[in-house]
């Protein structure tokens, strides 16, 4: 699809759109995008918005289509947001196609498969994708499946999908921790910084991983005689 071709929202005079109308353009067709996702994906080098003089995120027409070409290839084929990269930076590649190279390689888990694989109860699959555990649609990738199993175990032991709500807001938190921590180098406009931005990104959420490991660890120790 075009930047010509996506009707909704309403963009201001210079054709930018805010966070704000953004998120009303796409989350009819992805209901679980947020704004930390938005951050997320800045991070991540897939978009790249302009700052208005108060600091303000702009997104151009082209944003919003690689945003809305990397939502649907993440959804719809668990696609690992690296590829996507390479294929929106590739020329060659018509922005809103899906790569039939990267298309036909990803593992994809339909519903039952899912539930046979993970032994997971269908009412236990609609309670981690309402509480915004997994995400919604018909098939899944190998980290939900993952996921899920993890699920499964939890719910073993009384801890269902809505006790783990909190998991998701922490893990907003910390890609807006990480993109503060990161706002220097993302703000210079050469590649050099950006693209050193994208290398820690991954490596700063292994730390922030790291020590919440060992803070529970910590509080678990405490609770033993």
Do not use: C, W
Not at 22 to 44: C, G, M, N
Not at 132 to 158: K, Q, S, W
Not at 188 to 206: N, T, Y
């Amino acid at each position: 699809m075009s930047p010509a071709a996506a009707p909704r929202g309403r963009a201001t005079s210079t054709g930018h759109l805010s966070i704000g109308q953004v998120l009303a353009r796409l989350t009819p067709e992805f209901p679980l995008l947020s704004a930390s996702k938005l951050r997320y994906l800045e991070v991540q080098g897939i978009v790249t918005p302009v700052r208005t003089e108060s600091g303000y995120r702009k997104f151009s027409p082209t944003d919003v289509e690689r945003l809305r070409t990397t939502l649907t290839m993440q959804r719809d084929y668990g696609i690992p947001l690296a590829r996507i990269r390479e294929h929106l930076d590739d020329p060659s590649h018509d922005l809103g196609a899906m790569p039939a190279s990267i298309v036909h390689t990803a593992r994809r888990h339909r519903r039952d498969e899912m539930l046979s694989a993970s032994g997971a109860s269908a009412s236990l699959l609609n309670d981690a994708i309402s509480a915004g555990l997994l995400p919604a649609g018909e098939t899944f990738d190998d980290r939900a499946l993952t996921m899920l199993r993890a699920l499964v175990a939890l719910d073993a032991h009384g801890i269902q999908p809505r006790h783990l709500r909190t998991l998701r807001q922490a893990a907003e938190r910390d890609v807006a921790l990480v993109e503060n921590a990161l706002a220097p180098l993302l703000r210079k406009s050469d590649a050099a910084a950006r693209g050193r931005a994208h290398e820690l990104a991954p490596e700063l959420v292994r730390r922030l991983d790291e020590l919440r490991a060992g803070i529970v660890l910590t509080a678990l120790e405490r609770l033993t005689p």
